[in-house]
């Protein structure tokens, strides 16, 4: 690949996006829900990836907000840029909505409750299955969707789990914000066929392996929390008490290098070479947690 010169890549936009990690307790074990990218898309094609994408305008508009209650906005996680700072209060939200939303365009599943908190059931699920693809071609509509069935959008059950930056030296890059969401043990999944072909509930430690095994290609981003996240499962027992103690983890935004020599290596802030190496730092001050630092300061890209 033709490597970017710092003023060019500074010239690539950055979009916004939002990443849902399905959690559910189910036969014993906490799964995760991963699905696999058509292979003739040309963004991550046959891949496993967690349901997401980018953030929509309509995203952000006042009819979807009117979906949030008032108490799920003040206890949900506040989220800030690279540099530490925090954003506003839209923005954050409108990051939170698209990972609802595109979980239900790519899943089928509705992380949405009734008036009285409860979580959307298999049946009504089931019931608004064809309105998937007009929510996808139109996401305007999802608000709409959530009216007329008088359900919210409890963002505060959402865990704001990681926040990860595309190198500088990438043609295409986006700046995405991963949440851990929380759904009911008999969670129906029902695969669009379109983007996605084929799905999995699986413990984080048996995705870890078979990615590493590469009987199953995940990105570099979606394997490093996957490792976080089974490393927390084993400090904190259960899904249960993993969200509790979760709830407000303090997230750092993670901006890796991709490093050409003899191989194509993914260099992450914690490595003691890091700052030697060509492209966009992450500032001076952050300081990454003692879980993230325990996991490989760089990887292999596969070729």
Same mark, same amino acid.
């Given at each position: 690949?033709?490597?970017?010169?710092?003023?060019?890549?500074?010239?690539?936009?950055?979009?916004?996006?939002?990443?849902?990690?399905?959690?559910?307790?189910?036969?014993?074990?906490?799964?995760?829900?991963?699905?696999?990218?058509?292979?003739?898309?040309?963004?991550?094609?046959?891949?496993?990836?967690?349901?997401?994408?980018?953030?929509?305008?309509?995203?952000?508009?006042?009819?979807?907000?009117?979906?949030?209650?008032?108490?799920?906005?003040?206890?949900?996680?506040?989220?800030?840029?690279?540099?530490?700072?925090?954003?506003?209060?839209?923005?954050?939200?409108?990051?939170?909505?698209?990972?609802?939303?595109?979980?239900?365009?790519?899943?089928?599943?509705?992380?949405?409750?009734?008036?009285?908190?409860?979580?959307?059931?298999?049946?009504?699920?089931?019931?608004?299955?064809?309105?998937?693809?007009?929510?996808?071609?139109?996401?305007?509509?999802?608000?709409? *969707? #959530?009216? &007329? /069935?008088?359900?919210?959008?409890? @963002?505060?059950? !959402?865990?704001?789990?990681? %926040?990860?930056?595309?190198?500088?030296?990438?043609?295409?890059?986006?700046?995405?914000?991963?949440?851990?969401?929380?759904?009911?043990?008999?969670?129906?999944?029902?695969?669009?066929?379109?983007?996605?072909?084929?799905?999995?509930?699986?413990?984080?430690?048996?995705?870890?392996?078979?990615?590493?095994?590469?009987?199953?290609?995940?990105?570099?981003?979606?394997?490093?929390?996957?490792?976080?996240?089974?490393?927390?499962?084993?400090?904190?027992?259960?899904?249960?008490? *993993? #969200?509790? &103690? /979760?709830?407000?983890?303090?997230? @750092?935004?993670? !901006?890796?290098?991709?490093? %050409?020599?003899?191989?194509?290596?993914?260099?992450?802030?914690?490595?003691?070479?890091?700052?030697?190496?060509?492209?966009?730092?992450?500032?001076?001050?952050?300081?990454?947690?003692?879980?993230?630092?325990?996991?490989?300061?760089?990887?292999?890209?596969?070729?």
């Amino acid at each position: 690949g033709v490597s970017l010169s710092d003023s060019e890549a500074k010239t690539v936009t950055l979009r916004s996006a939002a990443t849902a990690i399905v959690v559910r307790e189910h036969s014993h074990e906490v799964q995760v829900l991963m699905t696999r990218r058509h292979a003739g898309l040309a963004f991550m094609g046959g891949m496993w990836v967690f349901p997401g994408g980018a953030v929509s305008a309509a995203d952000a508009s006042a009819t979807v907000l009117a979906r949030i209650p008032e108490a799920s906005r003040t206890d949900c996680a506040r989220l800030c840029t690279l540099q530490g700072e925090a954003i506003p209060e839209r923005e954050y939200l409108s990051l939170m909505i698209a990972a609802c939303r595109e979980t239900f365009e790519e899943t089928g599943v509705l992380l949405a409750s009734d008036s009285a908190g409860r979580h959307c059931g298999n049946d009504l699920s089931a019931r608004l299955q064809e309105k998937r693809s007009a929510v996808a071609s139109q996401p305007e509509l999802f608000p709409e *969707l #959530l009216r &007329a /069935e008088d359900l919210f959008l409890r @963002v505060d059950r !959402l865990v704001y789990w990681a %926040h990860w930056i595309t190198p500088s030296v990438v043609p295409r890059r986006f700046d995405t914000r991963f949440f851990l969401a929380p759904v009911p043990s008999d969670q129906r999944v029902v695969i669009d066929s379109t983007e996605t072909v084929d799905h999995a509930w699986m413990s984080p430690a048996a995705l870890v392996a078979a990615a590493t095994a590469g009987n199953m290609p995940v990105s570099h981003p979606t394997l490093y929390n996957l490792m976080e996240l089974d490393a927390s499962l084993h400090e904190h027992g259960s899904l249960q008490v *993993l #969200l509790a &103690a /979760e709830a407000q983890r303090n997230v @750092v935004a993670i !901006l890796p290098k991709m490093v %050409h020599e003899e191989q194509t290596a993914m260099v992450l802030p914690w490595d003691p070479f890091y700052r030697n190496f060509v492209g966009e730092s992450v500032p001076e001050h952050l300081e990454y947690p003692a879980r993230l630092r325990t996991l490989p300061p760089r990887m292999i890209a596969r070729r």
